[in-house]
């Protein structure tokens, strides 16, 4: 990993430019490959990328690191609860994983965080509002505030995520302030790229293991709704390669390649969990914003308002970019469900085949 003259020079240039603070700093300038990298990608090589990963104790955020780890990147890891940041140690080799603590609304811990960072992602998103947090501060405000430190930090790439959704005009304030969060990114990190997924799934998402233990809440809107679920491990691996893909377009929908109805999904549970159907009530959207209302004052991550709102909100109906991230089409569900659901199966029916249900025929128009 020694630096050749050349390199050396190409060192001080790109220090110059991004008011680094010495040699020792892995950096890069803006679409240009790692200055500094040893040995083919892997976990014991160096990438020569020194990653900030904002949002990575989350579902999307952990396969992230995983990913970036395993190229040899080293990946700072900005966390809140000390217990959440352990799963972190063993994805990387030693020394490449650094935690850091952080607060959303510390400018000098986030500045902390992104010092010897070439590439900044933000993943930091909720899905409900809390006292001390309500989704402006989060979505937009935090979101603003860490690309303008990274601009000022002279770190050349930033990746923000997003949702497939956002839009000013929306009902739910979650795809408002998504939209919004996009805008004061773009205004103060121009050059970033903006990722917006469809629906998680996966081992910890709120889409499949949330139908098989409360069904009742995906039968609103008589479960009509139409998302397009997209595997985490796919859209993980898309933020990992646009760490190589520099000219990557500004904004990348990464929705799943199905548009699937909550009715055909919760059908989809329960032919995999082999549960009879779920027989509960559609419930009245008003009965169940006030259920969510209430549940919201008790207990943090019950289903919220915002979220009934959303279950009635289709997910737009856009090409995805997934070859602009280097990848074919993304897994359809039925391919990985069986591996987060086989757990809600009872003993006797543990290792029974899977019977899928048909798939709604598409509707023909006039
Ligand atoms: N899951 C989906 O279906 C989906 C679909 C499309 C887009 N997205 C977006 O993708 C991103 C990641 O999703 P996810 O499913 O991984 O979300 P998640 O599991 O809810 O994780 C959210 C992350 O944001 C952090 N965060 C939330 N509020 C924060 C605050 N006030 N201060 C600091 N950090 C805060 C959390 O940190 P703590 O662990 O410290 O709470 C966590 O690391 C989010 O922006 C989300 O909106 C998700």
């Known amino acids: 990993m020694i630096a050749s003259p050349p390199n050396l020079l190409r060192i001080q240039r790109a220090l110059k430019a991004s008011g680094k ?7 890069t300038l803006p679409g240009q490959k790692p200055i500094v990298s040893q040995g083919p ?13 904002f949002g990575c104790t989350g579902f999307l955020g952990r396969y992230l690191v995983s990913k970036l780890a395993k190229m040899g990147t080293q990946v700072i890891i ?16 030693l020394g490449q994983i650094v935690r850091m603590e ?13 010092r010897h960072s070439d590439i900044v992602y933000n993943l930091a998103g909720r899905d409900f509002e809390t006292k001390n947090f309500d989704f402006k501060s989060v979505h937009v405000d935090g979101a603003e505030r860490i690309a303008n430190i990274a601009a000022q930090s002279g770190v050349s790439r930033f990746v923000h995520v997003s949702h497939l959704n956002a839009s000013p005009d929306s009902p739910s304030k979650f795809y408002q302030t998504k939209a919004e969060g996009e805008e004061r990114v773009k205004a103060k990190f121009p050059t970033a790229t903006i990722v917006r997924p469809g629906t998680l799934f996966g081992y910890e998402d709120k889409l499949l293991t949330n139908m098989a233990v409360w069904p009742i809440w995906w039968k609103l809107n008589h479960g009509e709704t139409k998302i397009r679920p997209v595997h985490v491990m796919d859209v993980a691996q898309a933020l990992a390669n646009l760490m190589s893909i520099p000219q990557a377009p500004g904004t990348i929908s990464l929705p799943g390649p199905s548009a699937l109805t909550y009715e ?33 004052s008790v207990w943090w991550p019950a289903l919220s308002p915002d979220e009934v709102i959303r279950r009635y909100i289709d997910d737009a109906d856009v090409p995805g970019d997934w070859a602009s991230v280097g990848m074919a089409e993304p897994s359809e569900i039925e391919s990985h469900a ?11 029916n543990f290792v029974r085949p899977i019977v899928f249900p048909a798939r709604p025929a598409p509707a023909v128009s006039e």
């Open 21 to 27: 603070r010495s040699y020792h700093d892995l950096v």
């Open 41 to 53: 990608p892997g976990y014991s090589a160096v990438s020569g990328h020194v990653v900030t990963v």
């Open 78 to 93: 900005p966390y809140r609860d000390e217990d959440e940041a352990r799963i972190f140690k063993p994805m990387g080799d």
């Open 102 to 114: 952080w607060d959303i609304r510390s400018e000098s811990q986030i500045a902390e965080c992104v």
């Open 264 to 296: 055909y999904l919760l059908d989809l549970v329960a032919s995999i969990t082999l549960r009879p159907p779920s027989r509960a009530p559609v419930l009245p959207k008003a009965v169940a914003t006030a259920l969510a209302k209430a549940a919201q």
């Open 338 to 348: 069986i591996t987060y659901l086989r757990r809600y199966r009872s003993a006797e």
